[in-house]
């Protein structure tokens, strides 16, 4: 193998892109998935896995956005879940989780390539909607953070929308995130949308922020609409 050869072997492997819009890139994520077996992103289930039992139960139905490499459907079916969707829009993150859920024998388990800023789902389809970092994804160009570029707004609010809509009635969106409060309040709590906002953090050192928005429950009192609950301990 020559020199080159084993430049662009090592280049394979790195974690980042050369810059933080090649995010934006299904390329990217396919070129990734091709040589990264497991990744998680933000923490694992482990890290927020009491926050998410306060909120499902084995009858729901589960839809993940962006599942990428990580185990996280896998954790959910060891808790008892077993009508979990996940979806992706790299062909080979979908691929790839297919062959590991068929040798762990995890069959009951969808996956699909979607892209999640046009959900292929009839309205209120799930029970609970989960993303873990890919919402984060649609940030990396976005600017100012306090003052978003348009053209991030508009896809951001073209995914709340789309994931408002296939939500049951009192369905739950789960978003766990780097986003901090003060910068995704104003678009959680978008006049559109009929869902209540609460968060909490996890995470040791670096805080991550773990959503829930329940739809149909949108507080009637001011026009804030979150609040933040006490935090267990873990
Ligand atoms: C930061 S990774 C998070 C992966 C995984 N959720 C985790 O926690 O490890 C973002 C994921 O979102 C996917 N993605 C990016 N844009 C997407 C889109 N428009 N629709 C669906 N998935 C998308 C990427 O392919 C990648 O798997």
């Not at 927020?48 to 996280?72: K, T, W, Y």
């Not at 939500?167 to 959680?188: C, M, V």
Request: with cysteine; hydrophobic share 35%.
């Amino acid at each position: 193998m020559d020199t080159n050869q084993n430049l662009n072997n090592t280049q394979k492997k790195l974690v980042g892109p050369s810059s933080a819009s090649a995010y934006l890139d299904p390329h990217y994520w396919d070129e990734r998935f091709s040589n990264e077996e497991h990744y998680e992103w933000l923490k694992d289930y482990s890290h927020f896995q009491h926050l998410i039992q306060a909120h499902i139960n084995p009858n729901f139905s589960v839809l993940e956005l962006g599942c990428g490499n990580s185990q996280l459907s896998e954790h959910l079916y060891e808790d008892g879940i077993t009508n979990i969707t996940c979806t992706d829009l790299s062909a080979v993150a979908v691929q790839n989780k297919q062959k590991r859920l068929l040798s762990k024998g995890l069959i009951e388990i969808k996956v699909m390539e979607a892209d999640m800023l046009d959900l292929p789902f009839s309205d209120e389809t799930f029970d609970v909607i989960i993303e873990k970092g890919t919402m984060d994804v649609l940030f990396v160009d976005s600017g100012d953070p306090w003052n978003p570029k348009p053209s991030t707004v508009t896809k951001v609010m073209k995914m709340l929308k789309g994931v408002h809509r296939v939500l049951k009635p009192n369905g739950i969106f789960i978003s766990i995130s780097f986003g901090q409060p003060h910068l995704r309040r104003p678009l959680y709590n978008a006049p559109e949308f009929t869902w209540s906002f609460e968060w909490k953090t996890f995470g040791d050192g670096f805080h991550y922020f773990f959503y829930t928005l329940k739809k149909g429950n949108r507080s009637l009192e001011g026009n804030e609409g979150s609040k933040r609950l006490e935090q267990p301990s873990i």
